[in-house]
């Protein structure tokens, strides 16, 4: 109930973040001060060091004489300068920037809900079994040899995925410390 609840919010933040995208203005509408720029890029010239240049204008007044201000040049030398410098109008859209921003903090605020909700429930889930916990006790306390030769009762089923991935997990364990300790058993015996 509680996944349900946040799936709830989550996908309508989804739907909210999607509607203000669809009613956004179009494109040629009039655009923000951020949304747009004119970047000049000035390599160093006799004594003055490079600089980048932004200012906000038109794509039409995006070049050296109407963003490089104050001119660090003089009168004569503008155009020279003018020429080395590289000049880009640069369009971005803050809004599917924000849309994309809330979509990703969406998703990760979901899988976190989605953890803690299985930390909270999966203790609910998995009681402990007053036959198996004591066969569990019996197979910690057991040396490797004992622990490949115990056979699993066969009256026992696992009645969920939880408890067969539980299962499997235990034989993995097993069959890694059985190889651990012939490895280093191995490699006692050979120094």
Not at 59 to 74: G, T
Not at 75 to 98: H, P
């Amino acid at each position: 109930m509680f996944a349900r609840c946040a799936w709830k919010r989550a996908s309508s933040v989804l739907l909210l973040a999607l509607l203000s995208c669809g009613l956004s203005p179009p494109a040629q509408a009039v655009k923000s001060s951020e949304d747009i720029r004119c970047k000049c890029i000035c390599p160093p010239y006799r004594n003055i060091s490079g600089h980048i240049y932004n200012k906000n204008v038109s794509q039409k007044d995006c070049n050296c004489l109407h963003v490089v201000e104050p001119m660090p040049v003089p009168g004569n030398d503008v155009e020279a300068y003018c020429l080395l410098c590289e000049c880009k109008y640069e369009e971005r859209s803050t809004t599917t920037i924000k849309v994309i921003i809330i979509i990703y903090l969406s998703v990760v605020g979901a899988l976190l809900l989605y953890m803690a909700f299985l930390v909270l429930v999966d203790p609910l889930i998995r009681k402990p079994d007053a036959y198996t916990q004591p066969l569990h006790n019996e197979e910690e306390t057991e040396d490797s040899r004992s622990l490949a030769a115990a056979p699993t009762p066969s009256g026992a089923r696992a009645n969920t995925v939880l408890e067969r991935v539980e299962g499997a997990q235990q034989r993995w364990k097993r069959q890694v410390q059985e190889q651990r300790k012939t490895v280093f058993d191995r490699h006692k015996m050979l120094s």
